[in-house]
T-cell receptor, first 112, second 114 residues
Framework: GQQLNQSPQSMFIQEGEDVSMNCTSS?????WLWYKQDPGEGPVLLIA?????ELTSNGRLTAQFGITRKDSFLNISASIPSDVGIYFC????????????FGTGTRLQVFP | DTAVSQTPKYLVTQMGNDKSIKCEQN?????MYWYKQDSKKFLKIMFS???????INETVPNRFSPKSPDKAHLNLHINSLELGDSAVYFC?????????????FGEGSRLTVL
């Protein structure tokens, strides 16, 4: 089936550092979304992107919809301990906008 | 007031048993989903209903049967449970027409098959 490859798989960083993760696919997507999952919880939406090339910020988070529509990145600046969790990219394929496909996830650990 | 609520949160059962997970949303959304998250945290869509009509049915064993009595409820029944069914099952909802892409997830139901 369709797959969104996320990298890195996991990150261990110090508080205050910036973080960058990305998501790639061989298919074209209509939307890209970034979710965060805390332990014992369901994923929660952080940022949504709807147009190729779009760059959107939400506080310390910035995400971009790749110009080829096959990739996206998420940056977190000045990380804090509560940024710990699993970050997922997700997207709707151009030919099937009913199905939201999730990436493989990036596990972020922040050390004080 | 919980937006998407699932019950039970934890379920431990023996192989071969039948079990159900219930989901309710009070967001007024018209579309609901079941996702399965395995031990490696991969999130995979299983089913989706729009206004009680099945619109997504991924390659899932027919031991899994979803039921949507109305657009605010989507239940998942699993027959003859197997060890590989152990996972966290997430219910989610969205509004299809506006389709901003945002899904609202429940807290998950952790199923352990022994």
């Amino acid at each position: 089936g369709q797959q969104l490859n996320q990298s890195p798989q996991s990150m261990f960083i110090q508080e205050g550092e910036d973080v960058s993760m990305n998501c790639t696919s061989s298919s074209i997507f209509n939307t890209w979304l970034w979710y965060k999952q805390d332990p014992g919880e369901g994923p929660v939406l952080l940022i949504a992107l709807y147009k190729a090339g779009e760059l959107t910020s939400n506080g310390r988070l910035t995400a971009q919809f790749g110009i080829t529509r096959k990739d996206s990145f998420l940056n977190i600046s000045a990380s804090i301990p509560s940024d710990v969790g699993i970050y997922f990219c997700a997207g709707h394929l151009a030919y099937n906008t009913d199905k939201l496909i999730f990436g493989t996830g990036t596990r972020l650990q922040v050390f004080p | 007031d919980t937006a998407v609520s699932q019950t039970p949160k934890y379920l431990v059962t023996q192989m071969g048993n039948d079990k159900s997970i219930k989901c309710e949303q009070n967001l007024g959304h018209d579309t609901m989903y079941w996702y399965k998250q395995d031990s490696k945290k991969f999130l995979k869509i299983m089913f989706s209903y729009n206004n009680k009509e099945l619109i997504i049915n991924e390659t899932v064993p027919n031991r899994f049967s979803p039921k949507s009595p109305d657009k605010a409820h989507l239940n998942l029944h699993i027959n003859s449970l197997e060890l590989g069914d152990s996972a966290v099952y997430f219910c989610a909802s969205s509004q299809r027409l506006t389709n901003t892409g945002e899904l609202f997830f429940g807290e998950g139901s952790r199923l352990t098959v022994l």
